[in-house]
C-alpha cells in the first residue's frame, strides 16, 4: 500500500512569491492534515478535511494561507504572497475514521521544506 | 524531507541499554496520546498509542506510560539500538480536537 505522498520535497522561493504543495493521502483515508514545523519547534496542527470538507482551520496562521481538497482526495496548500516566517517543513497526514473507541492514527508524509529567501 | 533540529533535548544511549523518553503535556482533558518517531529526512512514524482509561501499553520493545495525576507520559524502548536513533514526539488530542505536538527529544544511541 503506499503511504502519504507529498510534492515538492523542497521549494525553496522569495519573499512574495506564491507556492503551491501538494498531498497525496492513503487511498481511502477520508480525514487529511496540514501540519507545519519551523525549524527547532514543536508540530503545529494547521488544518483537517473530512473527505473535501475543512473540519477544522484553526491552526492556519493567516488568509495568505488557502488550503482545498476538491474531490475528497489530494489536497494542496498554497501560501501567497509567501514571508521569510513561512519557512519549514509542512507535513499532511491522512487517517481512516475509524469511529468512537478506535485508534486515531494518522500516517504522515515526508513533508516538504520550504524556503522563502 | 525535513533534517531535524539543532537545539531539541538529547537523550544519549548505550546500545543496548534502555532508554526512557518523557513527555509532559498540558492538557488534563486528553484522552489520546501518541508516541511518533521522526528519522532525518522523514515524516513522523507511530510508534505506539496509549489511551486516559488506561496507565500502561507495550508494544514490541516499547511500553508507554501515562500518569494522569502529573500529566506526564513517558516512552521506554528496551534493549536500543542504532537504528532507534531519531526525534521521538509525543502528541496529545482531546476528543473532538486536534493533536498537540510536544517539542520533540533526540535519541542518540551510542555503539
Known amino acids: 500500500e503506499a503511504g502519504v505522498t507529498q510534492f515538492p520535497s523542497h521549494s525553496v522561493i522569495e519573499k512574495g512569491q506564491t507556492v503551491t504543495l501538494r498531498c497525496d493521502p492513503i487511498?481511502?483515508?477520508?480525514?487529511l492534515y496540514w501540519y507545519r514545523r519551523v525549524m527547532g519547534k514543536e508540530i503545529k496542527f494547521l488544518l483537517h478535511?473530512?473527505?473535501?470538507?475543512?473540519?477544522?482551520e484553526s491552526g492556519m496562521p493567516n488568509n495568505r494561507f488557502l488550503a482545498e481538497r476538491t474531490g475528497g482526495t489530494y489536497s494542496t496548500l498554497k501560501v501567497q504572497p509567501a514571508e521569510l516566517e513561512d519557512s519549514g517543513v509542512y507535513f499532511c497526514?491522512?487517517?481512516?475514521?475509524?469511529?468512537?473507541?478506535?485508534?486515531?492514527?494518522?500516517?504522515f508524509g515526508p513533508g516538504t521544506r520550504l524556503t522563502v529567501t | 524531507g525535513e533534517s531535524v533540529g539543532l537545539h531539541l533535548p538529547t537523550l544519549s544511549v548505550q546500545e543496548g541499554d534502555n532508554s526512557i523518553i518523557n513527555c509532559a503535556y498540558s492538557?488534563?482533558?486528553?484522552?489520546?496520546f501518541i508516541w511518533y518517531k521522526q528519522e532525518s529526512g522523514k515524516g513522523p512514524q507511530f510508534i505506539i498509542d496509549i489511551r486516559s482509561n488506561m496507565d500502561k501499553r507495550q508494544g514490541q520493545r516499547v511500553t508507554v506510560l501515562l500518569n494522569k495525576t502529573v500529566k506526564h507520559l513517558s516512552l521506554q524502548i528496551a534493549a536500543t539500538q542504532p537504528g532507534d536513533s531519531a526525534v521521538y514526539f509525543c502528541a496529545e488530542r482531546t476528543y473532538g480536537q486536534n493533536f498537540v505536538f510536544g517539542p520533540g527529544t533526540r535519541l542518540s544511541v551510542l555503539p
Open positions: 497526514a491522512s487517517s481512516q475514521d475509524l469511529g468512537a473507541g478506535r485508534g486515531y492514527e494518522q500516517y
Open positions: 487511498s481511502g483515508h477520508d480525514n
Open positions: 478535511f473530512v473527505k473535501e470538507s475543512k473540519q477544522d
Open positions: 492538557n488534563s482533558a486528553s484522552d489520546y
